[in-house]
Each structure stands twice: as C-alpha cells, then as structure tokens.
C-alpha cells in the first residue's frame, strides 16, 4: 500500500536524490507531499512562515524520507523536520502520529560509492559488517538508531544488529532505496506502527528552547 511521504534534505547538495526518489517512486510519487523542482522558493521568508509551511506538508504523512548527504548537518531545516515528524499534533481535533523514518545515503556522484560515510569492519569471530560514520549524522538520527528494545540480531556471536528492523530509523543506500523504494517505505511505517517496541527518541534541545517548540 502506498504511503503519504516527505523527503527532508539539504537543498544545495541532494536535489537531485530528492528527485531521483521522486521518479523511482513511480505512481505512488501521487502521495507524496513535500517539495519538487516546481515548488515555490521560500528561502527569502521569514522562518516562522516557512517552519508553517511545512508543518502544513509533514502533518498528513505517514513516512519522512531523510536523505543523507555529506554537508546534511549545514541545513538550518533537517533536523526540526525529523523532530517534526517524530511529533504528534494535534490540529482541529485529529493527532496525527509519529512518522516512520528513513534515511537514504546519498551517493557519491564523483566516485560512485557510499564511502564519505560507510566502511566495513571484520568481526573477532569473522562476521563483517558496515561502519557508519556518526559525526555525518544529528544526534537525533543516532539516538534512533539500534535502539530496539529487543534487539534483532544477523549474527547471534558477535551480536550485529540487524540493519533494517533493528533500528528505528534505518538508513540505507540510494541504489537500494530507489531500486525499491516501496520495500524500505513499508518498512519504516510498519515500526511507526509499532513504535512502543523502541526506545524513541522524539527531540535533543536545550531546556530554554522548550517554548519555541511548541509554537
């Protein structure tokens, strides 16, 4: 079943994933309520106009697509909308839920890989499996991350977690996603669906920002 999504990015570098996930979503890109290559240019208005414009967007969605790009941290935007989309609101009696996340790693287009953030690491007992590098991340991406309460494992020996079901915000690369997007779609709503069975983490900031987050 298609799912009402929006796609969270950095503008200057990952417009193109933005769009490329646009057209891999096929008939279901009719769902989709964020941003295109036709939508007006807010970057002149003030924040609370464009923080209201998109609230208008994520509210009715049931997935928010992050898209991991090497310079994500620099955007003023990403990190309030994954906060956003973690929210529940209320608007004229209706709540709407927490969205299902996914991150999407951008790729290279110079180099045509993932490794400005991924690598491999060899387990003790032979097992390998991928590094990703933190410091690219917001502290709220990595809060939701191998944080199932009762941690799904791909090995029982030296205990790797599951990639895609062992974190609530899975990340995964922009071949795969786009080669099936619906699969990695799906899958982040059924865990919002069942959001209890994670240690969730719906916002990182400092106790004196409490009142602008509820405007």
């Known amino acids: 079943m298609a799912r009402k999504t929006f796609i969270s990015y950095k503008y200057s570098e990952a417009r193109h994933t933005r769009d490329r996930i646009i057209t891999a979503l096929g008939a279901d890109a009719r769902y989709y309520q ?4 036709d939508s007006p240019d807010l970057t002149d208005r003030k924040t609370e106009t464009i923080k209201n414009h998109l609230k208008d967007m994520i509210f009715d ?4 697509i992050v898209v991991i790009s090497p310079n994500m941290k620099q955007s003023n935007w990403i990190n309030w909308e994954i906060e956003y989309s973690l929210k ?4 004229d009696d209706r709540t709407s839920r927490s969205n299902g996340i996914v991150g999407v790693i951008q790729k290279d287009y110079y ?7 991924l690598s491999s690491v060899m387990k003790p007992d032979g097992c390998r499996s991928r590094n990703i590098d933190d410091s ?3 502290d709220i991406i990595i809060k939701n991350r191998t944080n199932l309460k009762h941690p799904v494992y791909s090995c029982q020996t030296c205990k790797t977690v599951d990639s895609l079901n062992g974190s ?3 990340l995964v690369t922009e071949d795969d996603f786009v080669s099936n997007p619906n699969k990695y779609i799906e899958n982040a709503y059924e865990k919002s669906r069942n959001i209890n069975d994670f240690d969730i983490t719906k916002t990182i900031r ?3 920002d409490w009142r602008s987050w509820l405007v």
């Not at 969605?61 to 928010?64: E, K, N």
């Not at 180099?111 to 953030?117: A, K, L, N, T, V």
Request: net charge negative; hydrophobic share 20%; charged share 20%.
């Open 34 to 37: 964020g941003e295109t290559s």
């Open 61 to 64: 969605t049931s997935v928010t």
């Open 88 to 91: 529940e609101t209320t608007r």
């Open 111 to 117: 180099f045509g890989g993932y490794e400005w953030i």
């Open 136 to 138: 690219k991340l917001y």
């Open 168 to 170: 609530y915000i899975s």
């Open 206 to 208: 400092p106790q004196s």
